[in-house]
């Protein structure tokens, strides 16, 4: 059974840090590629980023680049995204998810297990 779950959400100050994880397990780790998305109160879920089953290749979103970064670690079937310079407009849940495939398009639609999220909340 795939399962995904996430954690490393918390409240920070503007111009803070996070590192958000996401630990997969019942599948390996080049079986698939993995996105970061984000979804705020009232708003769609949104792209941030992926990496491929390889991890090879990483695409971000136009809204993040330069600020995120993901990283893989096989061993641990594990991602990390680090979330650096926060804004308030990246409040949102985060989630991590499994596709086929790493696309810089990004959507949702193409990701089908899902984890449970984790609030990150950037607040003064």
């Known amino acids: 059974q795939v399962q995904l779950v996430e954690s490393g959400g918390d409240l920070v100050q503007p111009g803070g840090s996070l590192r958000l994880s996401c630990v997969g397990s019942?599948?390996?780790?080049?079986?698939?590629?993995i996105g970061w998305f984000r979804q705020a109160p009232g708003k769609e879920r949104e792209g941030v980023s992926c990496?491929?089953?390889?991890?090879?290749?990483?695409f971000y979103a136009d809204s993040v680049q330069g600020r995120f970064t993901l990283s893989k670690d096989n061993a641990k079937n594990t991602v990390y995204l680090q979330v650096a310079r926060l804004k308030p407009e990246d409040t949102a849940v985060y989630y991590c998810?499994?596709?086929?495939?790493?696309?810089?398009?990004?959507?949702?639609?193409?990701?089908?297990?899902w984890g449970q999220g984790t609030q990150v909340t950037v607040s003064s």
């Open positions: 990496v491929s089953r390889s991890g090879q290749t990483i």
């Open positions: 019942g599948f390996a780790s080049d079986d698939y590629a």
């Open positions: 998810a499994t596709s086929s495939t790493c696309w810089r398009s990004l959507v949702p639609q193409n990701y089908n297990h």
